[in-house]
């Protein structure tokens, strides 16, 4: 069975693809300038050549929510600590690569939601930063 997927937009924390003509939403991962998806089973990478779809996919790097299913890695901050923007909080695997999620913004770690060895689902707050 042969699959056709395409690339239509990123936005926020989803990836919008066409497969063999119907449109699914999908969390995503950017690195570099590929955008790595999972779909029914499998892993895509595409590269984006437009760059203000670059542009968009590049903010959810910066997102403080597991971007796919992943095994949290190591939990770098505490409860109470103070970060800055910017400031790696936590690393995850996925899609057997690692991602640092960062701080979105300075503050107070408030709540951790998530313990090291644990599988996250996409969208799950990771993290709470008060400002």
């Known amino acids: 069975m042969s699959e056709r997927v395409q690339l239509l937009s990123v936005r926020d924390d989803e990836a919008e693809i066409r497969v063999d003509g119907r449109v699914h939403t999908v969390p995503f991962v950017v690195q570099g300038a590929?955008?790595?998806?999972?779909?029914a089973g499998e892993i895509y990478a595409i590269e984006i050549e437009e760059k203000s779809a670059r542009?968009?996919?590049?903010?959810?790097d910066h997102s403080?929510?597991?971007?796919?299913?992943?095994?949290?890695?190591k939990i770098l901050?505490?409860?109470g600590d103070v970060v800055v923007k910017g400031a790696p909080l936590i690393i995850l695997e996925a899609m057997k690569m690692e991602?640092?999620?960062?701080?979105?913004?300075?503050?107070?770690v408030k709540?951790?939601?998530?313990?090291?060895?644990?599988?996250v689902q996409p969208g799950v707050?990771?993290?709470e930063i008060d400002s």
């Open 99 to 108: 991602h640092l999620i960062v701080a979105t913004h300075d503050g107070r």
């Open 77 to 79: 901050v505490a409860v």
């Open 34 to 39: 590929t955008v790595h998806f999972a779909f």
């Open 55 to 60: 542009a968009k996919a590049r903010h959810r």
């Open 111 to 119: 709540a951790i939601n998530c313990t090291e060895g644990e599988l």
């Open 64 to 73: 403080m929510t597991a971007p796919m299913p992943g095994v949290v890695l």
């Open 125 to 127: 707050e990771l993290i």
